[in-house]
Every structure is written in C-alpha cells, then in structure tokens.
C-alpha cells in the first residue's frame, strides 16, 4: 500500500522511528549532524541507523553548523538553510512562518538546482494563502513542513498538492520502546486506500 504523497521524516535520532518510516513507505529520511542541535546525530550512529534501513534516500540535515568529520558519514543528500552550502543533489530548508509568499517566492527562485524545497510553515498560513500556496506548488519541488491535522492535510492533499510533506521524529524512551501515535496519525492518514 502507497502513501497519497511523497513523505520525508526529520530529525530521526533512533534505529526505531527509522525502520518504522521506512516500512510505511516513506521516501526520505533526515538525520540532524547539525553539530549544535539538540537533535544531532554522529557519525558512529548515523552509520549505525543507515545500515539497517533500504529503499529511502538519505537526508543530512545540516542547518547552521556543519560537522567537521563529513568524511566519516555514508553518502547523503545535504538539508541546509544556507543557499551558498547547498549543491544540485541538496535540500533547501526555507523558515517561512515569518515570511510572506512574494518573499518566499524569491527564495525558491534564489535555490532555483536544488533537488526539492522544504517550506516550514504554520497552520494559519495554509489556511489563509491556499491559493498562493498551491500557485508556489505547482511551480516548484515543495515538501510541506507544519503541524498536521486531518483537516489541513485534507487541504494539502486535495488543494494545494506539493511534492510531499515533512514529519518529525521524535526522541526514543529507550531503545526499542518508542510512542509512534504522531508519526502513525499522519502516515496512516496518506495510506492509498486499496
């Protein structure tokens, strides 16, 4: 069974969420080796999870700080912020909570090789910039990031129709002891109906 849009999971920090994204048919994982974040993933571990997992493409996640020790991590696909970092096979992140579309409209042009686009955005905006959302969408490669409900993947779905969303991980109680019920909610909601 397929999911009704492309899907990339982010922030993965653990073998568990991983795997799960991976089974349900998601198509890229993103690991954060930001090496200030919260989030951030080392090599050893980055290694680790990646060899147990096939059939997704993989997402370095960098934001602000690049890690040093690029070398050590496997081949990945570069997630930035920064326009200047990124190369054809990357992932541009763009903030837009506190943007306006004709704003974002320029920086989606400015990033113009990139692979596809990930748009940080807020409920409200969704609801209220449908229109410009969806002309932005049927110009560009947009992945979705925002906090899912039914009725605003409903939206993006059926209206506004980008490339595909983007869900966080989460962190792991311990290994193997994992409470999937906001990754599951939205994953199950894309599930094609047979």
Do not use: H
């Not at 686009?117 to 490669?141: H, N, R, V, Y």
């Amino acid at each position: 069974m397929g999911l009704k849009l492309s899907v990339k999971i982010g922030d993965v920090t653990n073998l568990s969420d991983a795997r799960y994204a991976a089974g349900m048919g998601v198509d890229y994982i993103g690991f954060n080796i930001d090496t200030e974040s919260d989030n951030n993933v080392t090599a050893q571990k980055f290694n680790e999870i990646t060899n147990w997992i096939s059939g997704v493409g993989i997402i370095g996640e960098i934001g602000a700080n690049s890690p040093t020790n690029k070398e050590e991590y496997p081949s990945y696909i570069t997630e930035s912020t920064d326009i200047t970092q990124l190369r054809e096979e990357s992932v541009l992140r763009i903030k837009a909570k506190e943007l306006s579309f004709n704003e974002i409209s320029k920086l989606l042009e400015s990033g113009s090789n990139v692979l596809f686009f990930i748009l940080d955005l807020s409920t409200s905006q969704i609801e209220s910039d449908i229109t410009e959302l969806t002309e932005l969408c049927a110009k560009w490669p947009i992945y979705i990031s925002a906090d899912f409900n039914n009725e605003i993947l409903e939206k993006i779905v059926g209206d506004v129709k980008p490339k595909g969303i983007e869900i966080k991980g989460g962190i792991e109680d311990q290994p193997g002891f994992k409470d999937y019920d906001g990754i599951a909610d939205v994953l199950e909601w894309l599930e094609e109906d047979e």
